[in-house]
T-cell receptor, first 113, second 116 residues
Framework: ETGVTQTPRHLVMGMTNKKSLKCEQHLGHNAMYWYKQSAKKPLELMFVYSLEERVENNSVPSRFSPECPNSSHLFLHLHTLQPEDSALYLC????????????FGEGSWLTVV | AQKITQTQPGMFVQEKEAVTLDCTYDTSDQSYGLFWYKQPSSGEMIFLIY??????QNATEGRYSLNFQKARKSANLVISASQLGDSAMYFCAMREGQWGFNKFYFGSGTKLNVKP
């Protein structure tokens, strides 16, 4: 079992749909992240939760809504997306403190049609 | 200013040869961490190697080593004896923040192609 699992791996949705991406970490970490990776662009940090509180929101449009019900689970709720939102969405987790690594899930490939 | 710079968008290497992927970083923190990740076409970001800013020895993990030159603020990844399965995107990353919440910064990546 991998340390960070994401579902679904692939998602195709229309611009009027509402869907959610789910992330679960089994590493006992206290921080979780959503990153967006578009073609030929570097990773963009979207949201960070530390101890279940949102500590970072990098000017992400409101059509993306994160939720962190506990330290092991993170959701990204999607509604009325645009085709340019098609990308790979990566969830990650880490433990706050020196010497700690950020671990990623396998990613969710999102296509907005 | 960019926190992490990877100047090689693409690299080719012959199978069984060594290759160096460049990474420079920018920080004013004394305590920070440097990382390399591999991303195959499937999308998963795979952690390869870590170097702490206070570590005096260069980190090594199997065929991967990190050439850490603190004064030059560089953290190059060296892959020895390249294999076809090494073909992937490689990202350099830096962690700032010693206690509490950590911020991670990623470079734009280097696409490595290993030729048979």
């Amino acid at each position: 079992e991998t340390g960070v699992t994401q579902t679904p791996r692939h998602l195709v949705m229309g611009m009027t749909n509402k869907k959610s991406l789910k992330c679960e970490q089994h590493l006992g970490h206290n921080a979780m992240y959503w990153y967006k990776q578009s073609a030929k662009k570097p990773l963009e940090l979207m949201f960070v939760y530390s101890l279940e509180e949102r500590v970072e929101n990098n000017s992400v449009p409101s059509r993306f809504s994160p939720e962190c019900p506990n330290s092991s689970h993170l959701f990204l709720h999607l509604h009325t997306l645009q085709p340019e939102d098609s990308a790979l969405y990566l969830c990650a987790s880490s433990q706050a403190g020196p010497g700690n690594t950020i671990y990623f899930g396998e990613g969710s490939w999102l296509t907005v049609v | 200013a960019q926190k992490i710079t990877q100047t090689q968008p693409g690299m080719f290497v012959q199978e069984k040869e060594a290759v160096t992927l460049d990474c420079t970083y920018d920080t004013s923190d004394q305590s920070y961490g440097l990382f390399w990740y591999k991303q195959p076409s499937s999308g998963e970001m795979i952690f390869l190697i870590y170097q702490g800013s206070y570590d005096e020895q260069n980190a090594t993990e199997g065929r991967y080593s990190l050439n850490f030159q603190k004064a030059r603020k560089s953290a190059n990844l060296v892959i020895s004896a390249s294999q076809l399965g090494d073909s992937a995107m490689y990202f350099c990353a830096m962690r700032e923040g010693q206690w509490g919440f950590n911020k991670f910064y990623f470079g734009s990546g280097t696409k490595l192609n290993v030729k048979p």
